[in-house]
């Protein structure tokens, strides 16, 4: 297959997560149905290496969507958001985030963001905040998501997290891997998350 055909299939999985889990189908409604497509390059960081060896463990609901992003992996335009001076090397080396779904593409939409992030075991990303409401799916592995105002919550494979718009939080890789999917949805979907203080 080539790179729009891999990118296709890797959308065609994240539609079958969305109907798989009602809540999250609310949330997305019918936005990903039909969805140009925009080229992007292609772009490779070291923590993309460490997720294509990562044997964390996925659902039933994700391991297609998980074993799709690995297939896909070469071709997709992997980014960071922070500089070293804000969240370390260690944390460069082992996180990764692409967008499937933006405003930029490579499907494009301009009331929806689905990006898909890795953060190795032993990552703690730090609070941070941002306009739009998200909902995450994990995908892979595990990690406890704290919020402003409300317990922490360990989430593994297929379990939800919604944050409303300028909450703050923090996801702590202590235990596990992270692979998850996130949906952003309102105001400033290509803006960069703010980083509050250091947690
Ligand atoms: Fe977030």
């Not at 809540?23 to 490779?44: I, K, N, S, T």
């Not at 070291?46 to 992996?73: G, H, Y």
């Not at 739009?132 to 409300?150: D, I, N, Q």
Request: aromatic share 8%; glycine share 8%; hydrophobic share 45%.
């Amino acid at each position: 297959m080539n790179a729009a055909e891999r990118l296709h299939a890797v959308l065609a999985e994240v539609r079958a997560l969305v109907r798989s889990q009602p809540d999250l189908a609310a949330f997305v409604g019918a936005e990903l149905d039909a969805p140009d497509y925009a080229p992007v390059a292609a772009r490779h960081l070291p923590a993309v290496d460490r997720m294509l060896q990562d044997t964390a463990p996925v659902s039933r609901a994700t391991e297609a969507l998980t074993d799709a992003i690995r297939r896909t992996a070469s071709v997709l335009q992997w980014s960071q958001s922070y500089s070293e001076a804000e969240v370390g090397a260690r944390f460069l080396q082992g996180y990764a985030w692409f967008d499937l779904v933006s405003p930029n593409g490579p499907f494009c939409h301009g009331g929806l963001r689905v990006a898909v992030g890795y953060w190795a075991q032993g990552l703690h990303y730090p609070e941070h905040k941002h306009g739009p409401e998200e909902v995450y799916c994990v995908l892979a592995g595990s990690a406890t998501f704290s919020a402003a105002g409300r317990a922490p919550v360990t989430a593994g494979p297929g379990d939800l997290i919604h944050h409303p718009p300028w909450m703050p939080h923090a996801i702590d890789m202590a235990d596990s891997s992270l692979l998850a999917i996130a949906f952003w949805r309102g105001v400033g979907l290509t803006d960069v998350s703010q980083l509050g203080a250091v947690s």
